[in-house]
């Protein structure tokens, strides 16, 4: 069988009174910390002042000492010292104190079988023990001596070795981590204080050759955070190296996200050892092992046959849970000697529970449960409605699971390893047929987050400040695999994006109550759809099959980054490039179109962030749908996830395509206004293009009414070739020409740095040139050389591939005056809002403006009243001695270097 009965050393937690397994301490149940270690010399018994020198970060293990191995292949040093002969590793030589000397070397072979004196020989339960040096090919050089203090009841490896090795085994510990009878001065003292009382007495006695502090890895119980000892003990075991290659196969059956995740599965399974699944506590699943004083043991595989099998106590335990006290009223025949058998009295390992849930859970509680008659209200267990005895009903459908989450990296050796072995010794197959692991969550700074260290922030607190449909969305926006820095400026990040929506969706509500409209009754498709609304839909219809396609996929990740993408260009495109439709008085079919677009755009976006967002986007549909369509669904819930509309994708990819060429344009042309440091604002005369793919300029030509009002030109010129607008030069990287021509490396710079135009087209096109220079023949490489577009004079020029775009920088008296209106009504509009202003409000203004100010204002008086509502524009003499008051709450501004000053009136 799998189950047997053990007795080894294993790891213990002294305050929780249990053994951990190997899975509950493996990589992440280690941290670094910094104990006193000692290094002993211990007499070598017929050979006086000779002693072998041993090392150990757990000076309390060297009471039960009972033996010093040492490698069969290293060669040992002989060295005195102040009289003394030491033994140690040749390749530890560095740990002798200063002004020993060498005296021979010898191979580890030839210290095997000494006899010495052990440290603590005066104890009672070292009494009789024999010390003997034996050989052993775990030995390292790695730190120590070389020489190994092994305490066979205070070490796994050490106790295996006391077995081939025939040694004696000492325990010196209680449950409690407290020393038993038989050691003398330490009997009754708990093992995490004894260091420093223990090394006094080696000192003492003349056996302590030197002490010091060290840091290292060791383990520490994973519930409480306590150090571990190492106690021997008999526990209950499931053996693996049966299981271990079904289990393997098991986890290939299932799809591991990401992919990497199997490999490590895989990689812990190959290297486990057997799992220890019994612990000394009340609590806990009962374990069904039942043991007779005969020696045999059983397992009870079921509820029926417990009852078949019981002959007392049965009356006691029935209609309770198989758990402490109740099921260990039950005693069942010995099938070996007949007599009685009683349960153990441990526990199961918590991860035996876990290990199980696919079995356990799954029944409704109405069929897991039947009213008890004798105590109203109370339910009683009915186990002829759990697994196995359904195992063909109902848990069928469910099993296995469709999908299971949980974090990496410590989930490898404990719930997918748990439900991994369950569910193969039960069926022989995997639990589940997706699993996707994620990384963990840590404060802002990557540190991990404790009450103790001040950065732990609460969930109640965190779902009170920023809502907890916020840290739904940044969970599922992280890359699972890396790790999740949270804290409130982050959040600030995401809820900037997300509030991009909202404003968009106030915006609709806004114009949609002004303008009385609603979307009820009305077909988007009978709609006089312009451009940029076939553009937008095919967006929002591409972007519903990929965010269902990766849902599907479970990559949350990039669905909720792809709708943050959607979300901008339905604000700083369609709607900025919309909002004049909005505004408009008159009611046409263009106004109309635009408002059932964005209707469409934002109750499709609702549904689609519904299952992430299930809060904030319920809160918006019943006031964008519900409060207007009483016959729609009751709630966003309960509305389809969107679907895409393949007619509407594919009829306006071509469209798409075209809008990205033009918004790259758009992009080209405000980064050059920026690097010539001219504002948006001020209009500029030319815009030229100039691009290699012979279509695309019949696109900039097509939708250049697009192009002139986003950079603010007048004109779209045609350029053939990039020549005309900017001057290309090269320049030699020299991290990459100097250790590839060395002393040749000047020349070479040199050649690049006169490159023609033409030349520098083939680099970039061929990815190489050959060059001919006085040294001989060179192949220059594209990634070697570095081309500066140098604009011509009078040009702010910008490029991306083969896309060139330049602006005209001559701004003449009229374009600066124009530029003048249109940072004025940037000014007023300003006012308009911190004055608290509706959108409709219609206003006076009363300004007052140096000279050129003020002829580029009735210049362009009309186009202002219109831009900001203004139902007439006042002027009066600011200057000293004039006339007329600017009126109350007047700002100041300067623009282009003229002083304005100015106030509004609401009508």
Known sequence: GWIYKGRDVMPWCARCGIALSD?????????????????????????????????????????????????????????????????????????????????????????????????????????????????WSEVTEADGTGMVHIAPGCGREDFAL??????????????????????????????????????????????????????????????????????????????????????????????????????????????????????????????????????????????????????????????????????????????????????????????????????????????????????????????????????????????????????FPGQFRNWFYAILTMSTVLEGQSPFQCLLGHALVKDERGDDMHKSKGNSIPFDEAAEKIGADLMRWMFCRQNPVQNLHFGYHVAAEFKRKLLTLHNVYSFYVTYARLDGFTPTGKDLGGSSLSPLDRWILSELNILAGAVRERLDDYDAMSACRGIESFIEDLSTWYVRRSRRRFWKSESDSDKEAAYLTLYACLETLLRMMAPIMPFWTESMYQNLVRAVDPKAPESVHLCGYPEPEPDRVTGDRALSEEMALVRKVVSLGHAARKEAKIKVRQPLAMLSYCGEKGGDWAVVEKHKDIIKDEVNVKEIAKTENPKDLVEYKAKGIFSKIGPKYAARGKIVQDYISNLNTDQIKTLQDQGQLEAHMEFGPAVILKEEVEVLAIPLPGLAVKQEGTDVVALDLRITPELEAEGMARELVHVIQNLRKSSGLEVSDRITVRYGADIDLGRAMDKHREWIMSEVLAASLEPFDFAQGGTGTPGAGAVEAEINGNRTVLSIEKN
């Not at 020993?100 to 009494?127: C, I, M, T, W």
């Not at 092992?289 to 029926?304: K, M, N, R, W, Y």
Request: charged share 25%; net charge neutral; glycine share 8%.
């Open 162 to 407: 006391s077995k081939s090795e025939n040694l004696a085994v000492v325990a010196p510990l209680d449950e409690a981590g407290i020393y038993v009878d038989g050691f003398g001065w330490l009997t009754g003292r708990d093992v995490s204080g004894v260091a420093d009382d223990v090394i006094a007495d080696l000192k003492k006695r003349g056996l302590l050759y030197y002490s010091h502090k060290h840091t290292h890895r060791y383990p520490e119980c994973w519930r409480c955070r306590s150090e571990l000892v190492f106690r021997l003990v008999d526990e209950w075991f499931i053996g693996m190296d049966g299981l271990r290659p079904l289990i393997m196969e098991s986890a290939r059956q299932a799809r591991w996200i990401p992919e990497w995740g199997l490999d490590r599965e895989l990689d812990w399974l190959r290297n486990m050892g057997d799992w220890c699944i019994s612990k000394k506590r009340y609590w806990g699943l009962a374990l069904p092992i039942f043991e007779c004083p005969c020696g045999a043991f059983d397992v009870v595989g079921s509820h029926q046959d417990l009852k078949g099998r019981a002959i007392k106590g049965w009356d006691k335990f029935e209609g309770h849970t198989p758990h402490r006290p109740w099921v260990d009223e039950i005693k069942i025949g010995c099938p070996k000697c007949g007599r009685e058998m009683s349960r153990v009295q441990d526990v199961g390992n918590p991860w035996l529970d876990a290990g199980i849930v696919m079995f356990s859970t799954v029944m409704p509680p109405e069929k897991c449960f039947t009213p008890d008659k004798e105590k109203s209200g109370r339910y009683r267990y009915d186990p002829s409605q759990v697994y196995p005895a359904t195992r063909e009903g109902y848990w069928k459908e469910w099993f296995p699971a469709d999908f299971i989450t949980e974090c």
């Open 23 to 135: 899975m509950e301490i493996a990589t992440e149940g280690y941290r670094e910390m910094t104990h006193k270690s000692v290094y002993i010399q211990l007499p070598i018994v017929g050979r006086e002042k000779e002693y072998l020198l041993v090392w150990t970060t757990t000076p309390w293990t060297l009471t039960s000492n009972t033996a010093v191995a040492v490698h069969p292949e290293f060669t040992y040093l002989k060295a005195r010292q102040e009289g003394n002969i030491y033994y140690v590793a040749k390749g530890r030589q560095e740990i002798l104190k200063k002004g020993h000397e060498v005296l021979a070397e010898l191979p580890g072979r030839e210290l095997a079988g000494l006899s010495y004196q052990g440290p603590f020989d005066e104890l009672p339960a070292q009494k009789g023990v024999a010390h003997r040096t034996v050989a």
